[in-house]
């Protein structure tokens, strides 16, 4: 259930429980889904609220750890997590739409879309820019071969919690009908969009606790 080589260096039975806790949230997402209001799958509603404090809170745990460092190749790993995550809750609030009036209400609630936003058009390229910066910080402080290679030859990665995050974005993708295949649910349509942010809301919650498990390696090489 958990990482088995690097337990005993980031958490041991911590870790075995908040992977149990986000695999229980995974496998009880459908039924829970048909229980909860219905707002709570809206646009600005109670989940999407939760994932946007959860991104932000991802940024400013990576900033910090950033600021911690003393070398330079660690301090790009972290920025560029940092700018990751802003990426990632920029999107999750529509890039400042969601901070609007709704264009208006349908079945799902109310209807939030970037579209009407000015500068909408040139976000993707300030999004590339930003990440770009990142990498070019880690290649040029040689964080590639000092920090990502250390990393996996301690087998460090939380490869466990990485699968949570790519099932909970499929199983998001499967509610919210962009594949072909469609949940085993007869709820359709009410509880659909609540499945989704709730997928998506463990899918967050497995990444910020990669992020955490990471850092509380990192943390042991200042001490070695």
């Known amino acids: 259930m958990t990482d088995a080589p ?3 260096r980031v958490g041991g039975s911590g870790t075995t429980f908040w992977n149990i806790v986000v695999l229980l949230g995974l ?7 048909a229980v909860l209001p219905a707002n709570w799958g809206w646009e600005n509603g109670p989940l999407e609220n939760a994932q946007a404090l959860m991104l932000f809170a991802g940024a400013v745990t990576a900033m910090w750890a950033a600021v911690r460092q ?8 972290w920025w560029t997590a940092a700018l990751v995550w802003l990426v990632m ?3 999750e609030l529509a890039w400042g739409a969601a901070f609007l009036a709704p264009r208006g209400f349908d079945d799902h609630g109310p209807i939030v879309s970037s579209s009407v936003l000015w500068y909408r058009p040139a976000v993707p390229w300030i999004c590339a820019a930003l990440l770009l910066i990142g990498l070019t910080a880690m290649w040029r402080s040689s964080a590639w071969s000092r920090v ?3 990393l996996h030859r301690e087998r460090a990665w939380p490869w466990f919690r990485w699968l949570l995050l790519v099932v909970a974005m499929l199983m998001s993708a499967v509610a919210e009908e962009h594949t072909k295949q469609h949940l085993p649910f007869p709820y359709v349509p009410a509880s659909t969009p609540i499945a989704e942010e709730l997928f998506e809301t463990w899918g967050y919650l497995a990444l910020w606790l990669a992020q955490w498990q990471v850092m ?3 943390r042991r090489w200042r001490t070695h």
């Open 89 to 91: 809750a920029g999107r």
């Open 148 to 150: 990502v290679a250390r």
């Open 70 to 77: 003393t070398e330079a190749s660690t301090r790009a790993l």
């Open 27 to 33: 496998l009880t997402t459908l039924p829970v889904s």
């Open 6 to 8: 690097s337990r005993a």
């Open 216 to 218: 509380a390696h990192m």
